[in-house]
């Protein structure tokens, strides 16, 4: 990690790494990271808000600088980060995580890490990627809405987590599996893993889109990172995450 920016409160990792990109581009920076303590308003999928209360979570956005990609692959970098999470809880934290695609990190059956990313291109090539992470640590008290679709680690551990710890192995995870995808520009070296972490495999899923609903078998993943739906006749559909939310057959998994 080149630098680290690191605040008490802020409105949103993501928003203040993009304020401060135009500079690290300047400083011909590859890599930054932004951490707040608390966010005021943090961001999720679809414009949903991430709950962020002081002191007890994670907050960051880690924010890849000229990154040699191509904006294509860009979205495939959020499975590379819900892997790198599940990993981590795995191997830090002793729980057995698992990941509902496409990126959302999962603890008996409850959410536990929100992950967006967002691109700016310039010139054809992304001058950046932001890849903005929330992961539930030492909370313990939800809304009633909530408590039914959100844990932390500390509530399925019985016990405080060390937040650095787990952040730390969770930037160690993000590093080697960015360089697996470097690789081939692509989640074919990561997807066997990937699928050995995912919650939905072969399990019965529904696929809510804008304005139908439909079920089918979840089979796995392809190398961009589309879920691969089978029908009740047998034929394979790739779902695109950026256009429709999985649910499982009776609950949020």
Same mark, same amino acid.
């Given at each position: 990690?080149?630098?680290?920016?690191?605040?008490?409160?802020?409105?949103?990792?993501?928003?203040?790494?993009?304020?401060?990109?135009?500079?690290?581009?300047?400083?011909?920076?590859?890599?930054?990271?932004?951490?707040?303590d608390k966010q005021t308003a943090g961001k999720g999928r679809f414009g949903r808000v991430w709950d962020s209360p002081a002191g007890?979570?994670?907050?960051?956005?880690?924010?890849?600088?000229? /990154? @040699?990609?191509?904006?294509?692959? %860009?979205? +495939? $970098?959020? !499975?590379?980060? &819900?892997?790198? *999470?599940?990993?981590?809880?795995?191997?830090?934290?002793?729980?057995l995580a698992g990941i509902k695609w496409p990126n959302d990190v999962v603890l008996a059956g409850k959410k536990i890490c929100g992950?967006?990313?967002?691109?700016?291109?310039?010139?054809?090539?992304?001058?950046?990627?932001?890849?903005?992470?929330?992961?539930?640590?030492?909370?313990?008290?939800? /809304? @009633?809405?909530?408590?039914?679709? %959100?844990? +932390? $680690?500390? !509530?399925?551990? &019985?016990?405080? *987590?060390?937040?650095?710890?787990?952040?730390?192995?969770?930037?160690?995870?993000?590093?080697?599996?960015?360089?697996?995808?470097?690789?081939?520009?692509?989640?074919?070296?990561?997807?066997?893993?990937?699928?050995?972490?995912?919650?939905?495999?072969?399990?019965?899923?529904?696929?809510?889109?804008?304005?139908?609903?439909?079920?089918?078998?979840?089979?796995?993943?392809?190398?961009?990172?589309?879920?691969?739906?089978?029908?009740?006749? &047998?034929?394979?559909?790739?779902?695109?995450?950026?256009?429709?939310?999985?649910?499982?057959?009776?609950?949020?998994?």
């Amino acid at each position: 990690m080149e630098q680290i920016y690191q605040k008490d409160s802020v409105d949103s990792t993501l928003t203040w790494a993009k304020e401060e990109a135009e500079s690290c581009l300047l400083a011909n920076r590859n890599t930054v990271l932004f951490l707040a303590d608390k966010q005021t308003a943090g961001k999720g999928r679809f414009g949903r808000v991430w709950d962020s209360p002081a002191g007890e979570n994670v907050y960051m956005t880690l924010l890849l600088l000229r /990154p @040699p990609i191509e904006p294509v692959n %860009a979205a +495939s $970098l959020t !499975l590379v980060m &819900g892997l790198s *999470v599940a990993q981590a809880v795995r191997e830090s934290a002793g729980l057995l995580a698992g990941i509902k695609w496409p990126n959302d990190v999962v603890l008996a059956g409850k959410k536990i890490c929100g992950i967006l990313t967002e691109m700016r291109i310039g010139k054809e090539k992304p001058e950046y990627v932001s890849i903005g992470v929330g992961i539930n640590m030492n909370q313990t008290d939800y /809304p @009633p809405e909530l408590q039914d679709k %959100a844990t +932390s $680690l500390a !509530l399925q551990k &019985g016990g405080a *987590v060390c937040r650095e710890e787990v952040t730390a192995r969770v930037l160690e995870r993000f590093e080697e599996n960015y360089k697996c995808f470097l690789k081939t520009q692509d989640l074919s070296l990561l997807k066997n893993e990937y699928e050995n972490l995912l919650l939905n495999l072969n399990q019965q899923v529904r696929i809510l889109e804008k304005d139908s609903e439909s079920l089918g078998i979840a089979r796995g993943i392809t190398a961009s990172g589309e879920l691969l739906v089978e029908d009740e006749k &047998g034929a394979v559909r790739q779902i695109l995450s950026g256009e429709v939310s999985v649910r499982g057959l009776y609950s949020y998994v």
